[in-house]
């Protein structure tokens, strides 16, 4: 069983910075493609940014140019930089990793974006 913990989520200002953590409990993190997903409240739940385990990004329009997806396969970890932060990037977010055509979730952290 993989377990994903996020962390980093918080309140920010319009224009603020926050970077969100998602660290893994498995061996073969390396192998994994790891997500960003998020979901405002009434919404459902949509993908922000994928990386692959060869490093390749990819980003939902609406964080593109804002957001950076990376990892480290040394700390298990994968992170997501979210800059010029907007309102309507509150949401819960969510981490996910699959690995051999299996989905984990982590539990969310919420980021919320507002004056």
């Known amino acids: 069983q993989v377990q994903l913990v996020e962390s980093g989520g918080g309140l920010v200002q319009p224009g603020g910075s926050l970077r969100l953590s998602c660290a893994a409990s498995?061996?073969?993190?390396?192998?994994?493609?790891m997500a960003w997903y998020r979901q405002a409240p009434g919404k459902q739940r949509d993908l922000v940014a994928t990386i692959s385990s060869s490093g390749s990004t990819n980003y939902a329009d609406s964080v593109k140019g804002r957001f950076t997806i990376s990892r480290d396969n040394a700390k298990h970890t994968v992170y997501l930089q979210m800059n010029t932060l907007k309102p309507e990037d509150t949401a819960v977010y969510y981490c996910?990793?699959?690995?051999?055509?299996?989905?984990?979730w982590g539990q969310g952290t919420q980021v919320t974006v507002s004056t």
């Open positions: 996910k990793s699959r690995l051999l055509a299996t989905d984990y």
């Open positions: 498995e061996s073969q993190f390396r192998f994994s493609l």
